[in-house]
Each structure stands twice: as C-alpha cells, then as structure tokens.
C-alpha cells in the first residue's frame, strides 16, 4: 500500500499528503482532528500519467507528470472517519479524481456514510459535469457561497472559506481553525492556487480576502501553492493580457480578417468575459465558443450569471476554443487537422494561441501551429515569444511572437512574499513545487527567512 506523508502533528491535528507535494498533480491534503477523532480532506486531484478523453471536458492547466494512478488506496483505513471533503477549484489536479474517490468511498463505506463534498456553485456544476461524464451518482454537498462562509464540523473544529484569485472562478481557500483552551485557537491557513498582484489586483474578492486574513492572522501553519518561487515579481494581471489580446485583435482587423478564432482553457471565465467586452468595442460581430468543453464552461458561467458571453451581430466573426495546448480531442487540434466538425478554417483566418506551451508538450503545439499557419496561408498565427522559439529556426512566415498574451494563474514571488506578509505564519508548508524547483524554493523561502516544511526532515509516515 502506498503510504503518505506526515507534514505535521500536534496533540490536536495532524496534516498529510498523499500527492501535490513536489509535484503539479493528484494534490490530496488529509487532516486528523485527534480529540474528536476524525478527518477532512482537502482537494482530490487526478492522479498524474492518468489524463484521459474527459479532460476534453474540464480541461487540463497544470503539466502532470508520470507516476502511479492508485495513490487514492491509501486512504482505504481512515474512509469512515473522512467525514468532509473540501475542494478548492475544479481544475484536474485538485478536483479530478473525484469521481474515482467516491466509487471507491461507496464500496468502504456505503453509500449513507460518504463524506459530505463542499464546493463553490461553479465547482458544482463543473463537478456534475464530471460525474456525468462517468455516468456516476453526484454525493451530497454543501455549497460555499458568496465570497466568504463559515461552518462548524464538530464542537471544536470550524472551517471558514474564502475566495482568492486563480485562473478558474470560485477558487476557495480555507481556514482551519481548532478551538484549544478559553477563546484560543489553532489556526491553519490552507492557500489554493492562488495569485495576489500588486495591491491585491483592486477586486471586492481581493478585499473580502484580505479583511478575512487580517481578523483572523497569525496563523500557526500556512499551507499554499509556490510552484513560480522561481519568478521574480507579480504574475501579469488578466487585464493586461486581455488589453494585448486587444491589440492584436485590432491589427488583424485593420488587416481586414474576417475570422480570428482565440484559443486557451475553457475554464478562464474571467479572460473570455473580458475579450468579449474588447470584441464589442472593437465592433467585431460575433464571438461564441466550439467545441464541447468551451461551450460547456460558458453555459456553466452563464446559468451562474458569472458571464454574458456569447453575442450575434454582423461583421468579423471571433471564436473562442480549446487546443492550445494541441490537446489531442481539442477543436482547435482537430481543426489543423481538417477533422473538426465544428470548425472549419478558411484560408483567412488567423488564430492567437492566448498561452504558454507547458514544459514537456513542444513538440505537438509546434507541429500544430505548422499545420495552422498552412491552412490559414493569408491568414497570421499569433503566439507567446517562447511558443516562437519552440518553432525553431525556420518559422512558417505568418507566424508572428506576441509578449504577455497569457498570464499564468499561480502567483510569482511577490504575490507569495504578499500572502506571507499578510498570513504573519508561524510555519510555512508550499506545495505544487516540481522536485526540480525545490533549491530555488528553498533559496527564496530563505531569503524571507520563514521556517518552513524541507520534505528532508520529514516527520515520518502515515499509514
Ligand atoms: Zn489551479
């Protein structure tokens, strides 16, 4: 049996981690509340090296590496004590093995004992969409509403949710607190994937967040996302990327283009919100989606009133789809290879990729942007600079490099500096770190001089 990590214990609680550590992939984060006896757990992420065809449905941002897909066994012993099931957003490496997680929590323990799963509106219906794909019954949940919530588990035990900046909407974090003697608590701070920007990019979530830490800060531990430790300064914010999209959008129009289509992951409401705001005032006619992952997202958005995409009107018409990543069942993908239904390019068209090649999937985004700017041989392929150097030294002549055409979701290192500033912990856990970026890790936590968790010394293991 696979076993998983302790990162921390105490007389009151003890915190484990089955994946997510030094890996992006399969993030599963156990927690045993001692004197009352049971666990929650947070997040529940595909295994890595096991991405299948329903991702073409919410689609992948994070690179996911190989290694075993039954790291969910484990939790096999402690399933009837898991009573609550927290999950910070719906992207694969957080929300993905779900449907797995509850096929096998029915077979333990019955289908009255399952741990209840809390989420955000969005991430519910994101989830049903999931459980439909594996045509599996949806568990009983508890929704997170509005920016920030509260509830009690137990007498000692309370769990406050709050929603932080990602690339996906409804992306939760937790405060966990656990009542030690008179009015005193321990206190966990459990940070999703997150990004803060300068002056916490201005938004009422930023402020809600900011107020929730500051009433409840110190914190003991701080448990966050660090996977760009290695990048100096802010993550680009959506507007700047969106204002670039902008530009580009109005060059190819001067250049008279009749069909542009932007492709990038279905799940960022937020940047197609704003690039159908830029199409408006641009005067472009239509902008809707294809493809069944994008259309499915938008529908989501809009029946949760979080987006107004899609509009008709005459003129140059924009399409927004996945495949940038050349995603094998991606319209886009299927498109470059005249085998899209949904799409078909005309020799005018000019596509912008609105991403970054994650490490690892050169070859097929290189290969794609070929057949691309073959077919659409008067139109202009628009990508990120390092997407134009993955071309090599021969790119097709209507290719063209665009700086800050996509930001990332997860913040840089003053977004992280910020949230510790905030937090004041007294122990720092980071996690979504790949193994090859753990001296760098360890270089800048230093450097703010926090104690944090080494997977060196680490506590021991937990069966
Ligand atoms: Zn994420």
């Given at each position: 049996m696979h076993k998983h990590h302790r990162l921390f214990s105490n007389p009151c609680l003890s915190i484990s981690c089955l994946g997510g550590l030094r890996e992006v992939g399969r993030n599963c984060f156990p927690i045993h509340f001692k004197q009352e006896d049971f666990w929650i757990e947070i997040?529940?992420?595909?295994?890595?090296?096991?991405?299948?065809?329903?991702?073409?449905?919410?689609?992948?941002?994070?690179?996911?590496?190989?290694?075993?897909?039954?790291?969910?066994?484990?939790?096999?012993?402690?399933?009837?004590?898991?009573?609550?099931?927290?999950?910070?957003?719906?992207?694969?490496?957080?929300?993905?093995?779900?449907?797995?997680f509850y096929a096998m929590a029915r077979e333990v323990v019955g289908d009255d004992?399952?741990?209840?799963?809390?989420?955000?509106?969005?991430?519910?219906?994101?989830?049903?969409?999931?459980?439909?794909?594996?045509?599996?019954?949806?568990?009983?949940?508890?929704?997170?509403?509005?920016?920030?919530?509260?509830?009690?588990?137990?007498?000692?035990?309370?769990?406050?949710?709050?929603?932080?900046?990602?690339?996906?909407?409804?992306?939760?974090?937790?405060?966990?607190?656990?009542?030690?003697?008179?009015?005193?608590?321990?206190?966990?701070?459990?940070?999703?994937?997150?990004?803060?920007?300068?002056?916490?990019?201005?938004?009422?979530?930023?402020?809600?967040?900011?107020d929730v830490l500051c009433a409840e800060r110190p914190f003991d531990i701080v448990i966050a996302d660090m996977l760009y430790c290695d990048r100096p300064g802010y993550t680009q914010s959506e507007d700047e990327t969106v204002s670039t999209v902008g530009k580009v959008?109005?060059?190819?129009?001067?250049?008279?283009?009749?069909?542009?289509?932007?492709?990038?992951?279905?799940?960022?409401?937020?940047?197609?919100?704003?690039?159908?705001?830029?199409?408006?005032?641009?005067?472009?006619?239509?902008?809707?989606?294809?493809?069944?992952?994008?259309?499915?997202?938008?529908?989501?958005?809009?029946?949760?009133?979080?987006?107004?995409?899609?509009?008709?009107?005459?003129?140059?018409?924009?399409?927004?789809?996945?495949?940038?990543?050349?995603?094998?069942?991606?319209?886009?993908?299927?498109?470059?290879?005249?085998?899209?239904q949904r799409l078909r390019l005309h020799k005018e068209a000019s596509i912008i990729l609105s991403s970054e090649i994650i490490p690892g999937n050169e070859a097929p985004v290189v290969e794609m942007v070929r057949r691309l700017s073959a077919i659409c041989s008067e139109g202009y392929a628009v990508v990120s600079p390092s997407t134009y150097r993955a071309l090599g030294t021969n790119p097709p002549e209507n290719v063209f490099a665009q700086a800050n055409i996509h930001n990332s979701g997860h913040g840089s290192q003053l977004d992280i500096k910020l949230l510790l500033q905030l937090a004041k912990p007294e122990f720092v856990i980071p996690y979504h770190v790949p193994i090859g970026k753990q001296g760098a890790l360890g270089r800048f936590l230093d450097s703010l001089g926090v104690n944090y968790f080494q997977p060196t010394t680490m506590l021991g293991l937990d069966s």
């Open positions: 997040d529940c992420g595909k295994a890595p090296g096991s991405l299948g065809a329903e991702d073409a449905i919410v689609d992948q941002e994070a690179h996911v590496s190989k290694s075993s897909s039954h790291y969910l066994d484990s939790l096999k012993d402690i399933l009837h004590k898991i009573k609550h099931l927290f999950i910070t957003h719906s992207h694969l490496d957080h929300a993905g093995a779900l449907p797995e004992n399952l741990p209840i799963l809390h989420l955000s509106p969005f991430g519910e219906k994101m989830t049903e969409a999931m459980f439909e794909y594996n045509e599996q019954e949806f568990p009983q949940i508890a929704k997170l509403e509005g920016l920030c919530s509260s509830v009690s588990l137990s007498n000692l035990v309370k769990v406050t949710s709050f929603t932080v900046p990602h690339s996906i909407p409804g992306t939760k974090s937790f405060i966990i607190k656990v009542k030690l003697s008179g009015d005193k608590w321990f206190k966990v701070l459990f940070m999703s994937d997150f990004r803060l920007q300068e002056n916490y990019g201005g938004s009422q979530m930023a402020q809600v967040m900011v959008l109005g060059r190819l129009l001067v250049k008279g283009a009749k069909q542009i289509i932007v492709s990038g992951f279905a799940s960022n409401l937020e940047r197609w919100q704003m690039i159908g705001k830029k199409a408006r005032d641009l005067g472009i006619g239509s902008f809707h989606p294809k493809g069944t992952a994008m259309e499915t997202v938008w529908g989501i958005g809009e029946s949760l009133e979080l987006f107004d995409g899609e509009y008709l009107g005459f003129g140059s018409e924009l399409i927004a789809c996945t495949g940038s990543q050349a995603e094998p069942y991606a319209v886009l993908t299927l498109a470059s290879l005249g085998e899209s």
